[in-house]
Antibody, heavy 124, light 109 residues
């Protein structure tokens, strides 16, 4: 069974930093691209960033580029999101999501598995 | 990276059919056959219902169908059931990102 479990959420002051982790199980981790998708409480989904199967390619939403860094450790079957210079508008549940792929390097076109999310609250 | 446009709410009676639209541009919806649709119940993670415009993952009811014309994609739910009451989001691949729609709340009357 595919499982994605996020951790590392919490309360942080504006301008602060936080690192989220996503532990994966139930599939061959390094065959798949991964992503972070966030959802502010009561609001819609927003794609944040994505990383390809070997970590050699990353993409970011304009709203977080230069402040957030996505990375992965295939040996540990883990995905990470380093968030710096946090703002109140970054407050959200952050979901780890797996891109569907027929093979490593396949087009990152939709998400077939999601974690439950980790809540990040940016507040003074 | 502007969000795709969806109606805020759509409602229907049990057994009826409803359609949710998702409007983008030639850089997203219109440029690729990579539109997907997600169902989200309160407090739950999203679940993919349609991918690649009109394909259904294994286990998803054939009451759900998708289509696209130009820059607008659509999700149709036929034979509406109480369990279909949820939020629905479209999403599209782009050359630099993935983008979601604004979301539609489906209410079963």
């Amino acid at each position: 069974e595919v499982q994605l479990v996020e951790s590392g959420g919490g309360v942080v002051r504006p301008g602060g930093s936080l690192r989220l982790s996503c532990a994966a199980s139930g599939f061959t981790f390094d065959d798949y691209a991964l992503s972070w998708v966030r959802q502010a409480p009561g609001k819609g989904l927003e794609w944040v960033c994505g990383i390809n199967w070997n970590g050699g390619g990353t993409r970011y939403a304009d709203s977080v580029r230069g402040r957030f860094t996505i990375s992965r450790d295939n040996a540990k079957k883990s995905l990470y999101l380093q968030m710096n210079s946090l703002r109140a508008e970054d407050t959200a549940f952050y979901h780890c999501a797996r891109y569907y792929g027929d093979y490593p390097g396949d087009t990152e076109r939709y998400f077939d598995y999601w974690g439950q999310g980790a809540l990040v609250t940016v507040s003074s | 990276q502007s969000a795709l446009t969806q109606p805020a709410s759509v409602s229907g009676s049990p057994g009826q059919s409803i359609t949710i639209s998702c409007t983008g541009t030639s850089s997203d919806v219109g440029g690729y056959n990579y539109v997907s649709w997600y169902q989200q119940h309160p407090g739950k993670a999203p679940k993919v219902m349609i991918y690649d415009v009109s394909k259904r993952p294994s286990g998803v009811s054939n009451r759900f169908s998708g289509s696209k014309s130009g820059n607008t994609a659509s999700l149709t739910i036929s034979g509406l059931q109480a369990e279909d009451e949820a939020d629905y989001y479209c999403s599209s691949y782009t050359s630099s990102s993935n983008v979601f729609g604004t979301g539609t709340k489906v209410t079963v009357l």
